[in-house]
């Protein structure tokens, strides 16, 4: 039990997310955005796992922007859609979904790296 000394509380034992401390109060708001019902439990997984230790939690821009622009490329590979309208549509200049275009993709990149690591 002391393993998931604070996760393993049953429901009626866990503090209401108004009662956690300062920046865990936060996160477990956060959490309820996208986990709903389940805040006040991650917050508590966290305190359990990096408590007391200084944490940063950096943003996590590149996954969406890698995701977005095999998007960008896969509809214009498919050839139903100008530069112009795929600008439109992310919201986007023309030159930076050109800039995209001229990148390889995600799939691209990883078998070029592969590839280099045979030599």
Known sequence: MLDN????????YRPPIDELP???QVIAKAMELDFPGMGVLIA???AQRVGGGWLYVRKMDGAPLAWRNDQIRAMYDSGNITM??????WRLS???????????S???????DKQLRLF
């Open 106 to 112: 995600t799939a691209q990149q990883a078998l070029q």
């Open 94 to 104: 023309q030159s930076s979904i050109e800039k995209i275009l001229a990148q390889p």
């Open 44 to 46: 508590l997984a966290l």
């Open 5 to 12: 000394q604070l996760t393993g509380l049953p429901e009626q």
């Open 22 to 24: 300062g920046d865990m």
């Open 84 to 89: 112009r309208e795929l600008a439109r549509i």
